[in-house]
């Protein structure tokens, strides 16, 4: 895969597996795909790796549910190991981030942009917006990590980087 300057985030569930992408400024992220965890293997990382040619990514972030303390419990290390099997993969040096409260943002402004509650939506239409809001929420933590980035370079050494157990 080429040298880029994007950014691939990786935000992994019990289920499904969120993915965003930066643009090559690294000022915006935008949703990828989701994919469902229980079905994917290897076609699911090769799918990846198929919507990133041929900018292709330089950094893969893993969204993992740190502790305040930044601390793993045992559900963010399953995430994260997964996060970096998925990098590994696809030849990317990964970084963990915390990824705490990507979801709710993503709930409000879902909620906010179609005006409607989720409870008002058809069974199809949830399970649709339940899938696609993880790759929303991949998208909301890269935001968060490039605008972090934009006002300190060296925050990248602050983040938690994926260890190499796998």
Request: hydrophobic fraction near 45%; proline fraction near 5%.
């Amino acid at each position: 895969m080429p040298m880029s300057a994007r950014v691939l985030a990786i935000d992994p569930g019990e289920r499904w597996v969120g993915f965003a992408i930066s643009d090559a400024a690294r000022r915006l992220a935008l949703p990828l795909t989701t994919i469902d965890r229980r079905a994917e293997s290897d076609e699911g990382v090769a799918r990846i790796g198929q919507l990133l040619h041929p900018d292709g990514a330089s950094l893969a972030l893993i969204g993992v549910p740190l502790g305040p303390d930044g601390g793993e419990d045992a559900q963010a290390t399953r995430f994260r190991r997964y996060g970096e099997r998925v990098a590994a993969a696809l030849q990317l040096p990964a970084v963990t981030v915390s990824e705490r409260y990507s979801n709710a943002i993503d709930d409000l402004l879902v909620d906010a942009r179609s005006g409607a509650s989720v409870a008002k939506l058809r069974l199809r239409d949830r399970r649709r917006r339940r899938r696609a809001r993880h790759a929303a929420a991949a998208a909301v933590i890269l935001q968060h990590w490039l605008d972090r980035q934009s006002h300190d370079p060296a925050a990248v050494s602050a983040h938690h980087p994926a260890r190499a157990e796998h």
